[in-house]
């Protein structure tokens, strides 16, 4: 069965930081791509990071030159380290990921429960 964990949220005050992990287990086969979404109240899910097997990224514009995605391939963890926190970045940050299973026989997609981060002005 295909886990993903996430930690590393918290309260901080804006301007501060913050690193979020993310841990998939299981029968894992290989992983296509990762993300990191969050979603504030009131507001639909958004994608603020991903990153692809092969190391490309991409950052949602608000995020740009203050979020830093990464993954260690070894672990099967993922990480988005956060500077320079404003209080529009609070929300509830879901861990994504897209893996192949059985060999490479099936694809899923899979999302952590979820870890809140909220930023006090």
């Known amino acids: 069965q295909v886990r993903l964990v996430e930690s590393g949220g918290g309260l901080v005050q804006a301007g501060g930081s913050l690193r979020l992990s993310c841990a998939a287990s299981?029968?894992?086969?290989?992983?296509?791509?990762m993300g990191w979404y969050r979603q504030a109240p009131g507001k639909q899910r958004e994608l603020v990071a991903a990153i692809i097997s092969g190391g490309s990224t991409n950052y949602e514009d608000s995020v740009k030159g203050r979020f830093t995605i990464s993954r260690d391939n070894a672990k099967n963890t993922m990480y988005l380290q956060m500077n320079s926190l404003k209080p529009e970045d609070t929300a509830v940050y879901y861990c994504?990921?897209?893996?192949?299973?059985?060999?490479?026989?099936?694809?899923?997609?899979?999302w952590g429960q979820g870890t809140q981060v909220t930023v006090s002005s």
């Open positions: 994504n990921a897209d893996l192949s299973l059985d060999w490479g026989t099936r694809r899923n997609v899979y």
């Open positions: 299981g029968m894992i086969f290989s992983i296509n791509a």
